[in-house]
């Protein structure tokens, strides 16, 4: 058996669990703030997963757990110890890089706690593999991952080899946009499958809308540019690759979903034209320049499964008059053409405005929790119809 780290935005651990399990026989899954850990069977499971999986922002294959002090010194010591024992013979290579990301209070930086980890690290190949690893930080051969969350430390490989929340499809953006991540756990927390209808109708950048497709399609996240993943490059997977990818690419749909992506500015309807098409998902999508005040007009009464979007945001520069305008006709609209047991699932900063329109035509909060974006904190809230 193996482990696997799953890195992500803290509040979205449960979306990461969730995704997991669709995408990989896993068992013994521990959620801790900010990541996901489970268990897999084989190598190649963990490499699915950084193909595929939406949720994350790094996937490790896990091979220690140390605990973090406020010291260096202290991690330090604590790191060494819980690598004494590990046979890192097949990851030994002549040349590697360490990676590191730390959050929290400590009296140490990312930097800090990479490069000392990594002397202890280096010395211990050398004198249990006697081989001599040197530095390479455009092109090594071993990429290992030390991440540091509060009191908790974690050290593997790292099979994704960058940050996957960022998207390559995303070029044209919205001044508001979110995060990849971000969007992708508002759209699951809508509970979506092929067979619903989906609205966004403040799609900006249209990275909910994406998301949701690819999620839909069963659609690689990094089909264009899987020759950046790390895991390409190991030993045990390059006799596998074509296999590989031919299994994993052959899983995705080819029919047309029910996602609607709405926007009232020309500007930003182009924009998420332009980005579905980089992400492979233009034509499977429907998108439209259409005020949200028209919804009405587009769809049948309790016609709609979801409405799933990140609505104008309350600012010191926009007008509270115009944004209460705004959410009531969402909620206006909503009442008209989602269905008796239809969901509203919204990502935003602050709800109260939201929530008092919602009173205003009869939705009410049936579950919120606060959703980390690097240091952007936002709320994830669900509306349904009041009984």
């Not at 001044?175 to 900006?204: C, H, Q, R, T």
């Not at 969901?343 to 008092?356: A, G, H």
């Amino acid at each position: 058996m193996h482990k696997a780290l799953l890195i992500t935005n803290k509040g979205a651990e449960s979306i990461v669990e969730k995704e997991v399990k669709g995408l990989v026989k896993c068992k013994n899954i521990k959620k801790n703030d900010s990541c996901v850990i489970c268990e897999v069977k084989d190598l190649l499971e963990i490499c699915r997963l950084a193909y595929r999986a939406q949720s994350v922002s790094r996937v490790i294959l896990l091979l220690a757990e140390f605990k973090v002090e406020t010291k260096l010194e202290k991690t330090l010591a604590n790191f060494k110890k819980s690598i004494e024992k590990l046979d890192l013979k097949e990851w030994s290579k002549k040349t590697a890089k360490v990676k590191s990301k730390r959050l929290g209070e400590h009296e140490f930086n990312s930097v800090d706690i990479g490069t000392e980890a990594g002397k202890i690290l280096f010395n211990k190949i050398k004198e249990k593999n006697k081989i001599i690893v040197k530095v390479n930080y455009k092109n090594p051969e071993m990429i290992f991952y030390i991440y540091v969350y509060d009191n908790k430390g974690y050290f593997g490989i790292d099979f994704s080899g960058f940050d996957l929340s960022k998207r390559q499809y995303k070029i044209f953006n919205h001044p508001e946009s979110l995060n990849s991540i971000s969007g992708y756990v508002a759209a699951k927390e809508a509970d979506i499958d092929e067979k619903k209808v989906i609205i966004d109708p403040f799609m900006g950048s249209g990275v909910i809308v994406i998301e949701a497709a690819l999620d839909v399609l069963k659609f690689p996240i990094r089909y264009y540019d899987k020759e950046k993943l790390f895991f390409t490059k190991l030993d045990f997977f390059k006799k596998q690759r074509k296999k590989f990818f031919e299994d994993e690419d052959k899983k995705t749909s080819d029919k047309k979903t029910n996602i609607y992506g709405y926007d009232a500015q020309l500007r930003y309807l182009k924009a998420t034209q332009k980005n579905s098409k980089l992400a492979g998902v233009n034509k499977k999508i429907n998108l439209s320049k259409v005020s949200v005040e028209w919804l009405d007009t587009k769809f049948e009464k309790n016609s709609v499964d979801v409405i799933v979007t990140d609505p104008p945001r309350y600012g010191i520069n926009r007008n509270i008059s115009k944004l209460k305008k705004t959410y009531n006709e969402l909620f206006y609209q909503a009442e008209y053409i989602l269905k008796k047991s239809g969901l509203i699932v919204i990502i935003t900063r602050d709800f109260k405005l939201l929530e008092e329109s919602a009173k205003n035509h009869k939705f009410k909060i049936s579950e919120k929790y606060i959703l980390n974006q690097g240091k952007d904190i936002f709320n994830i809230i669900k509306f349904q119809r009041e009984k």
